[in-house]
């Protein structure tokens, strides 16, 4: 498969700058594989797909606010800092994007907040807006993380224009959010209500939780047209022995195991044993899945509507198909779906 082979026309007006009302109110698309079929439902409506023992597969990451506005000294000049990851706990060091770049250069000191009380200086440069930050905090570590906390905002996605708003720290997180570490939604988890997942419970459906800290490299465009050239960054991923023992039940048993999530699918398929079951996991994957792909955990899978060329849509045309899903897109153009990370959901069984 080729880049080319995924691009399609998305009116931007389908792009979903707020959530729907309720989360499991927003719509659902179903897409049969043995049937080729596709149904227009609502997300509350995925309990009637599923029965006892099936599993659903939760990503349980939390969404940090990863967003910081400092200024630059002496000019003062406006300075976006996007955090990535936190490379040594001790030297408060950081893994950053910084917006705009060009003004930023090493030996340069960035101060955050009204009284200025945090200050990080710029010790390297990583890529052309990447940058590795030293944070200077007089404090304790624990003070310095609710400092940054305090400071930071939910890192809503770029293609939302509007200001974040009380609402998207909510929002911008599932509810079943643990571990923290993302700083990006697994947003297929943001249409579970707390009643639903009662309800799935009820019904007897189990629930398998991974840990996958979704980084901006999920998001990152693929700038060749031979997918096998194309390099993902990684993302650290966790599976504990719990997960593994339902998860390998179901298969045993034959059950419907649904990835909620690209991430959800891209943890387990990181760690399938040699006897197609899976395994345990502490580590980090930069697996990149495209057509042709054999999965060999997650039977079902739960996806928003993804933007043209994206390795999500990817993952999703390798799982259902690529005619099928470039059919089912179609559709939701059509039928004016909202796409992307507060978009409508597919579920493909």
């Known amino acids: ?149 305090s400071l930071g905002e939910t890192p809503l996605p770029k293609y939302i224009k509007r200001d974040v708003e009380p609402e998207d720290e909510e929002r911008y997180q599932t509810i079943f959010a643990k571990k923290e570490g993302a700083v990006a939604a697994p947003t297929a988890g943001m249409h579970f209500s707390k009643h639903l997942l009662k309800r799935l419970e009820i019904k007897g459906v189990d629930f398998a939780e991974v840990t996958l800290h979704v980084g901006l490299g999920t998001f990152n465009s693929v700038e060749v047209e031979d997918l096998s050239k194309h390099k993902m960054d990684s993302e650290e991923v966790t599976i504990g022995p719990e997960t593994v023992e339902t998860i390998n039940k179901a298969l045993k048993n034959r059950r419907r195991i649904c990835a909620v999530g690209t991430t959800a699918m891209r943890a387990v398929e990181s760690a399938v044993s040699s006897n197609q079951t899976l395994n345990e996991i502490d580590g980090w994957t930069n697996k990149f899945i495209f057509p ?58």
């Open 292 to 349: 042709p792909y054999d999965f060999s955990i997650a039977n079902a899978m739960i996806t928003n509507f993804h933007t043209p060329k994206s390795t999500l849509m990817m993952m999703t045309s390798a799982f259902a198909g690529h005619d099928f899903v470039m059919r089912a897109y179609e559709e939701a153009v059509k039928e004016k779906y909202k796409f992307y990370s507060y978009g409508d959901a597919m579920l493909i069984i």
């Open 1 to 149: 498969m080729k880049l080319s082979h995924f691009d399609f026309e998305l009116p931007e007006e389908l792009l979903a700058e707020y959530p729907a009302e309720n989360r499991d109110e927003s719509r659902l698309m179903v897409l049969n594989r043995k049937d080729q079929t596709i149904e227009h439902r609502q997300f509350k409506d995925i309990i009637d797909y599923f029965d006892e023992d099936d599993v659903m597969i939760l990503n349980n990451t939390k969404v940090f606010p990863a967003r910081l506005f400092g200024n630059k000294e002496k000019t003062g000049a406006r300075i976006e800092v996007f955090l990535l990851r936190e490379l040594n706990e001790e030297q408060r060091l950081w893994d950053v994007l910084v917006d705009p770049a060009r003004k930023i250069r090493i030996g340069n000191k960035l101060y955050f907040g009204d009284d200025e009380s945090l200050v990080a200086e710029v010790i390297d440069n990583t890529t052309s807006r990447g940058r590795t930050l030293r944070f200077l905090y007089d404090g304790s570590y624990s003070e310095f993380r609710k400092k940054l906390t």
